[in-house]
Each structure stands twice: as C-alpha cells, then as structure tokens.
C-alpha cells in the first residue's frame, strides 16, 4: 500500500506573468496617491480574483480589475 501526502497549496494572484501569495511585500505604483505609490502593503489574502493588503494597520480588498488600474509589484521590485 502506497500512502502520498496530500500537497496544500497556497492560494495565489496572478497578473502579469506574475504570482502574488499571501505573506508577500508589494507596492502598486499607479496609486492616485504618492504616498500610496511608494507605501509597503503586505498581501494577507489571495485568489483568482484579487487581493486582501494590509498596510498601516488598514486592509484593502483589490479586485483584479483594481490591480490592474493601479498596477502591482513585488516590494523588492524597483
């Protein structure tokens, strides 16, 4: 008898070739705000769909069509 774990994936956001998973740093560098342009949000929740973004102790829930009015990328991204 073979026994195989059962693989648990993490659910991630993909747009641009891109993959963003719950934990990730990220940026959204067409905010209407400069301040919101260059503010480190970290992603609390992915899926299909869009995001869950915490920053400054405030949560953002960004659809697919908000992320890609305001773009994204990874925090380590320049």
């Given at each position: 008898?073979?026994v195989?774990?059962?693989?648990?994936?993490?659910?991630?956001f993909?747009?641009?070739?891109?993959?963003?998973?719950?934990?990730?740093?990220?940026?959204?560098?067409?905010?209407?705000?400069?301040?919101?342009?260059?503010?480190?949000?970290?992603?609390?929740?992915?899926?299909?769909?869009?995001?869950?973004?915490?920053a400054?102790?405030?949560?953002?829930?960004l659809s697919?069509g908000?992320?890609a009015?305001?773009g994204?990328?990874?925090?380590?991204?320049?």
């Open positions: 008898m073979t195989t774990k059962a693989r648990t994936e993490q659910p991630v993909e747009i641009g070739g891109q993959r963003y998973a719950p934990g990730d740093r990220v940026r959204f560098p067409n905010a209407g705000m400069p301040s919101n342009q260059t503010r480190i949000y970290e992603i609390t929740e992915a899926g299909p769909g869009g995001i869950t973004a915490e400054d102790g405030c949560r953002y829930q697919r908000d992320i009015a305001i994204i990328v990874h925090a380590d991204t320049k």
